[in-house]
């Protein structure tokens, strides 16, 4: 079994224009096939920098001298590409979320399909857990998660309801807790909630929204004039982020004007919003909710 079939591969890596001595990074490595596209494309003096901070992604590090794999966390990008020399790049390409693997390892936790203890981490050296979200968090912090990150109508319910369920025992696997939240899944709609309600606490666990903006707000320190970012994400709450940041260089409210009265904005969008097209969904269906977005800095 492929380790992350990569999405939108051709289309991300042409977003990033390569120039073959120039410096790029893949902040989200995974199995590697955006990697490998980016070094076909780089010279014998280009560099890559790959970052992953989930330890079972390190076995598929690239021998090649021009790549070099960081076992971080990307929202430290900045931080460790100082480390290793770097201040400035030509691009950054970002495929969010989480990866086949991470879905197919049944004691990861991430997966609707099995039966797992409550974990959801992306990095194991992480303190915070799904266990101690569903079992520690007080109902006004399981409210918000549900509301603000599996965007879920029935989120105080549903916070009242686990509160309720561990009051007589804790739930520590990913069946007891659909048990125990079984009324809030009828048959027809079982998998598509159960899919928000793990996304919420997912996105709890690995502060994914605080990691995106951090991670977008260094991109545009460190990516040089010209230099282009291309960002893969696959819910809405994370394309907003993206789509914000690329139009206003901002996650709220309009940028300043000036003396003309024209926004001062940091990038220019390079394409429409790209999406996969049918054949590749039908190849590999985490593909189906793919967006892709390109842009370069000014």
């Given at each position: ?101 991470q879905f197919d390892v049944p004691e990861r936790g991430f997966s609707t399909r099995f039966d797992a203890d409550l974990d959801m981490r992306m990095s194991k050296k992480n303190d915070l857990d799904a266990f101690k979200v ?165």
């Open positions: 079994m492929e380790y992350h079939n990569p999405v939108l591969l051709k289309e991300t890596v042409d977003g990033l224009n390569i120039k073959p001595d120039g410096i790029y990074v893949d902040v989200t490595f995974g199995g590697g096939g955006h990697s490998k596209e980016i070094l076909k494309r780089l010279g014998p003096n280009g560099k890559l920098f790959g970052f992953d901070q989930d330890e079972d992604a390190f076995a598929n590090a690239l021998p090649d001298e021009r790549f070099t794999l960081i076992p971080e966390n990307f929202r430290y990008i900045k931080r460790f590409l100082r480390f290793h020399g770097v201040k400035s790049v030509d691009g950054i390409l970002a495929d969010l979320g989480v990866s086949s693997h569903v079992n520690e968090y007080d109902e006004a912090n399981l409210k918000r998660v549900f509301l603000d990150y599996g965007e879920l109508k029935v989120a105080p319910a549903l916070a009242r309801t686990i509160i309720e369920a561990r009051e007589k025992k804790s739930i520590n696997t990913t069946d007891e807790l659909k048990v125990v939240l079984s009324r809030f899944l009828p048959e027809q709609h079982k998998n598509k909630i159960l899919a928000q309600i793990y996304q919420a606490i997912r996105i709890e666990v690995n502060q994914e929204m605080d990691v995106l903006k951090e991670f977008l707000e260094q991109s545009l320190e460190i990516l040089k004039p010209q230099g282009r970012l291309s960002v893969i994400s696959y819910h809405s709450l994370e394309d907003r982020l993206v789509k914000r940041f690329i139009k206003n260089g901002l996650f709220e409210g309009e940028p300043e004007r000036d003396f003309f009265g024209n926004f001062s904005v940091p990038f220019k969008s390079i394409e429409k919003l790209i999406v996969p097209t049918d054949e590749e969904i039908k190849e590999n269906n985490r593909a189906r909710s793919a967006k892709l977005r390109v842009a370069e800095k000014k």
